[in-house]
């Protein structure tokens, strides 16, 4: 029975940060941990409770955006936002404490509340920071200097996969652990439902990074040679429109289906034949794994350690950024029943460790290792 | 209290400054369930009290403090795995210190592989300069765990006992102590681990700073060479070596020996040729050269060339030899002898000579790898130094030789003393006439006159740099620093009238620099122009001072010549992508390249990259990062780039990437359709199947 602080820059949004931190926290006091989610700003909309893990937002009123009128509100709301933490911290009474952080602001501002308790209070929690980006992605913006200056004297810092560990290791971290993300459900059953189509889906975001115009232009060099397929989009974000407007020029846009984000991703893989991921930049793409554990084949971009380690051999990788060579593999797996009933069989068992469960046992051994 | 899940076992022997700041390193440990034994080896100092006090605080720590100095690291550290009561042990030296993640990283690992040991990496720290440098980088790129020291051979050269943590019941049932009484007891230790272990882990991150301080320590490390204790010792310690590893494969034994060559060869044979002391050298060298008989000849094949030439030297007591040989491993490949070519090889000093461990002298002397005589002009490494220097009033006059090591410097080779600054541009410069050619291609120069400035405003304190020999040969020119080895030239003061003006430094002080160099920084005589005038007359003054047009044409008459080719093998030009996040190294082993095609290219390696081509390579691979990309694409018969704006830009072009894990997704996307090459062997070859062979 460990004291556990979850803390992420909010917790009140429906995005990935979030639903990890409520994933783990649910998970950990299923295990009999005392757990706070603690966030840093309000966000509205909130986005309503589940479960009863208590909540705790550091700041009285939202973030505001940078501008010179905010620059005051700002300073203030950061300065309570610490005192806050430095409190939660203190009131930990005799016993040990984790602290695991989501992002890298959370981090920062946790250090500077760190900086204010008592040195005794300060021993008693051990901090574990998560990041949830790939290498390439800290390495090419600020996110790689504010790690460096942030984490490197925490008890741990994990990356999600062992390859984005070891670029993290050589840039000069020496506390790294690996620990993927866990799947927020696993279907008891993949047999699928069969329809009059054959579905090639893509689950996810409408933005720029996703690739999604990469896939447009995909489908309609295929759409021709693959007559019972659709393409199901599923989604949406600030390039819907300008998606819509491409698909309109070209050869099978009638066998686009767009529909709009869902609640329950599982229903929709599991009518799916397969799932393309056509990124030009990701981390470690759970819904890669969410496919696959539904017993569905899936198709990636090779653009990040975390892509190849979900695809490993039982997947299909297509070099990133070329729309021309991902039609090239999509057109043999969409031609290749054996391969893809194969694939997603072999892949459900692999995906395996990211059951909630298995993360759930990596968490605690990694506690057994921090509080000794 | 916890039972302790690590015993970290602390040394130290009368470094009271150094043990706390160690001692502390141990305590602020992540993981906190440790035992801290620190075994004090009878120091004199406040060692102990020091250590008392700290423990007072932290019941982790059990201090022992022995009656009696061992004189090593041996007993204290014996002791220490005595006391031990966790299930892993690690070591500690007082002037170092632990990581503050180690013991949670090893011992993670460690239970993780149920390993008997595993090792980390270790980080050399230079106190003076503040950098850090890792220690063995090739054996720590990533985290794996092996089942001995046959799969991993490398092991062989992590030799110390610091990095690493050990099971005590693995050390216990096989009696594995450190052995007393000798220096470099480490190694020892260290190689009965790897051979009775039967799972060895090795895990990329660092783990250990090991602290140098290089202004109090490497002289008296380099003293402590020159004893005769030192090198009976590493011999005795080489004597076991070789008997534990009796019943080892072929390949550990003679990589356990190429080893030696290369790290405790380099370093004797350094000390040796560099030895003031010739009695004292001598006796260092009967002893080396005993046991270095009697290692396997098959391992000099597997060590530079100029290191064996120095090794011949050593086993045929031409100590001369051995000296100059060693000029090349220890002055940045600078080349003191004389090379001649014979059929198609290439040999330091000719072919002549007795035969030794079975090989002809012409083995021995074999430098043809180092394609010295087919470098290019602009890059050869002369040696010169000063014979003689004198500086009356204004005027300098210096006798320099020059070993002609290529026999080709004739009479249309022009020489001048150049002060260089740290932009590598000519601050004044000295004509010099050639005088005399003495024995074996040594050329005799002597330069008399006036240095002549080639600024135009007064020295200021950041105007410091090196004295070099600049020697043009039609429009190719080479510059190579000059040394002092006889002559003293420390102290002397080479004034700069022309630039003499008030308040201001006047003139260069040379300064002996490291390796023999010249330096000089700004000097200046007390008084201004008057003194000036007094000491050196305006005359001095009036002569230097010319026109503005005469000044910089005699500046850029100095300036680096045309770029030149070697001739007799094909040009290669490599030039990888980067990124512009993190540092940039080679991606390419330029060694690797170098063993497999020196006789075959020379490589112009290019691009945007952090690190310069050491000048042992520079036989076969130019440093071609300040060249133009014109340049280097007009000059390539063969691109090696994984570029995409370049592929294919000079043909044919290989497209070489080698997997960088998760930093490969910082550099372009390779276009598809082109074969990417991963691995430097194979590249070596498709290289030489695209070239064929060089005529």
């Known amino acids: 029975m460990t004291r556990i602080l979850l803390c992420a820059n909010n917790i009140d949004e429906l995005g990935g940060a979030q639903r990890v931190v409520h994933l783990l926290a649910d998970g950990f006091q299923r295990r009999g941990h005392d757990v706070t989610e603690v966030g840093i700003t309000p966000f509205e909309p909130a986005h309503a409770a589940v479960g009863d893990v208590p909540r705790h937002v550091l700041m009285p009123q939202v973030w505001p955006k940078k501008s010179t009128q905010t620059e005051r509100t700002r300073a203030q709301l950061r300065s309570t936002a610490v005192g806050q933490m430095a409190e939660l911290l203190r009131s930990i009474g005799d016993e040990q404490g984790v602290i695991i952080t989501a992002q890298v602001w959370s981090m920062e501002i946790l250090a500077d509340a760190l900086a204010l308790v008592a040195p005794s209070v300060r021993k008693q929690w051990k901090v574990i920071g998560q990041y949830h980006g790939a290498y390439a992605a800290a390495a090419s913006g600020r996110d790689l200097g504010r790690i460096l200056r942030s984490y490197r004297d925490v008890t741990i810092f994990t990356a999600l996969t062992a390859e984005d560990g070891s670029a993290f290791t050589r840039a000069g971290l020496r506390n790294v652990r690996a620990m993927p993300n866990p799947l927020a ?138 729309s021309r060579a991902l039609a090239e593999v999509l057109d043999e797996a969409m031609a290749d029943p054996a391969w893809r009933a194969e694939s997603g069989r072999r892949a459900r068992v692999e995906m395996q460790p990211y059951r909630l469960d298995a993360v759930m046992n990596a968490w605690e051994k990694l506690l057994g290792q921090v509080l000794r | 209290m916890i039972t302790p899940l690590v015993s970290v076992i602390l040394i130290g022997y009368n470094d009271a400054t150094r043990v706390t700041r160690a001692l502390e390193s141990i305590r602020q440990q992540t993981l906190e369930s440790i035992e ?154 260290t190689l009965q681990c790897f051979l009775q272990a039967k799972r060895i882990g090795i895990l ?310 490291d390796r023999a160099s010249v330096g000089w920084r700004p000097a200046g005589i007390a008084g201004g122009p008057i003194a000036w005038s007094r000491r050196f007359g305006n005359a001095a003054r009036r002569r230097i001072s010319g026109s503005t047009a005469s000044l910089t044409d005699a500046r850029n008459a100095l300036l680096p010549g045309d770029f030149d080719l070697p001739d007799n093998r094909f040009v290669v030009a490599y030039l990888p992508a980067t990124s512009d996040a993190g540092p940039r190294a080679w991606p390419l082993d330029l060694t690797e390249w170098d063993r497999q095609l020196a006789t075959h290219c020379y490589l112009l390696a290019g691009g945007a990259i952090d690190e310069s081509v050491p000048t042992r390579l520079w036989g076969s691979i130019r440093d071609a990062r300040g060249l133009s990309l014109a340049q280097i694409l007009d000059s390539a018969a063969l691109l090696i780039t994984d570029d995409p704006a370049l592929i294919d830009t000079v043909r044919p072009s290989i497209v070489f990437r080698p997997d960088e894990g998760a930093a490969r997704y910082l550099l372009p996307p390779l276009p598809v359709g082109y074969p990417v090459i991963t691995e430097t062997a194979e590249l070596a070859q498709e290289v030489q199947r695209i070239l064929g062979d060089p005529s």
């Open chain 2, 204 to 513: 990329q991150t660092c783990v250990y700073i090991w602290n140098v301080d290089r202004s109090t320590e490497e002289a008296s490390i380099t003293q402590g060479r020159m004893q005769q204790r030192n090198v009976v010792d590493r011999v005795e310690i080489n004597r076991r070596m070789d008997d534990l590893l009796i019943d080892a494969s072929d390949e550990v034994k003679l990589a356990k020996a190429v080893k030696f060559l290369r790290h405790e060869g380099y370093l004797y044979l350094s000390t040796i040729g560099e030895h003031p002391d010739t009695e004292a050298a001598d006796a260092l060298a009967d002893v080396f050269a005993e046991y270095v008989a009697r290692i396997d000849p098959r391992a000099f094949g597997y060590v530079r060339p100029a290191l064996r030439v120095a090794f011949y030297g050593l086993l045929t007591g031409d100590r001369d030899l051995l000296r100059r040989a060693m000029r090349w491993e220890r002055w940045a490949s600078v080349v003191d002898g004389v090379v001649v070519r014979s059929d198609d090889r290439q040999y330091w000093g000719g072919s002549e000579g007795d035969p030794i461990l079975g090989n002809d002298s012409s083995w021995w002397r074999d430098v043809t790898a180092l394609q010295l005589l087919d470098m290019p002009f602009s890059t050869r490494r002369y040696f010169h130094e000063f014979t003689e220097l004198q500086v009356k009033g204004a005027r300098v006059s210096a006798t320099i030789e020059t070993a002609d090591y290529a026999g080709d410097l004739g009479p249309d080779v022009q020489a001048h003393i150049v002060w260089i600054d740290r932009t590598s541009s000519v601050v004044a410069s000295l004509p010099l006439v050639f005088e005399s050619q003495t024995a074996a291609q040594r050329m005799r120069w002597r330069g008399s006159g006036v240095p002549q400035v080639h600024m135009r405003r007064a020295l200021m304190r950041s105007d410091k740099g090196s004295l070099a020999i600049r020697l043009s040969r039609g429009s190719h020119v080479n510059v190579t620093a000059i040394r002092s080895v006889g002559a003293q030239v420390d102290g002397t003061f080479v004034p700069f009238p022309a630039i003499a003006f008030a308040d201001r430094p006047a003139g260069s002080e040379l300064v002996g620099g």
């Open chain 1, 185 to 322: 459900f696993w279907p008891e059953e993949t047999t699928r439902q069969i329809g009059p189509d054959q579905v090639l889906t893509y689950l996810g975001r409408l933005s720029e990074e996703k690739g999604v115009d990469l896939l447009i232009d995909a489908w309609s060099l295929l759409a021709d040679r693959h007559p019972t397929w659709r393409l199901r989009i599923v989604g949406d974000g600030p390039m819907a429109d300008r998606l819509r407007e491409q698909a309109a020029l070209l050869a099978g846009m009638e066998r686009i289906d767009w529909d709009s984000p869902t609640v329950d991703p599982a229903s929709v893989l599991l009518t799916s034949d397969l799932v393309v991921l056509p990124s030009r930049t990701e981390g470690l793409p759970l819904v890669i794994a969410e496919a696959q554990g539904c017993g569905v084949p899936v198709v990636a971009t090779d653009c990040s350690s975390g892509v190849r380690q979900l695809i490993g051999d039982w997947g299909r990788l297509a070099p990133r950024g070329d």
């Open chain 2, 36 to 189: 801290i034994i620190v075994v004090d080896d009878a120091s004199t100092d406040a060692s102990a009290q020091l250590i008392t006090t700290i423990a007072e605080q932290d019941p982790r720590i059990r201090f022992v403090k022995r009656q009696v100095n061992s004189g090593g690291c041996s007993a204290p550290r014996n002791d220490g795995l005595a006391l031990a009561s966790a299930p892993w042990v690690m070591f500690c030296d007082s002037d170092d210190e632990l990581d503050k993640h180690s013991c949670a990283n090893l011992l993670d690992a460690a239970e993780e592989w149920n390993a008997d040991l595993v090792c980390g990496a270790a980080v050399r720290h230079d106190v003076g300069k503040d950098r850090d440098k890792i220690w063995r980088p090739e054996l720590h790129r990533s985290d794996r765990m092996v089942a001995s020291l046959e799969d991993e051979p490398d092991l062989l050269y992590d030799t110390i006992s610091v990095n690493k943590i050990y099971s005590r019941s693995f050390l216990a049932r096989h009696s594995i102590t450190f052995p007393p009484g000798l220096l470099f007891e480490d190694q020892v230790f």
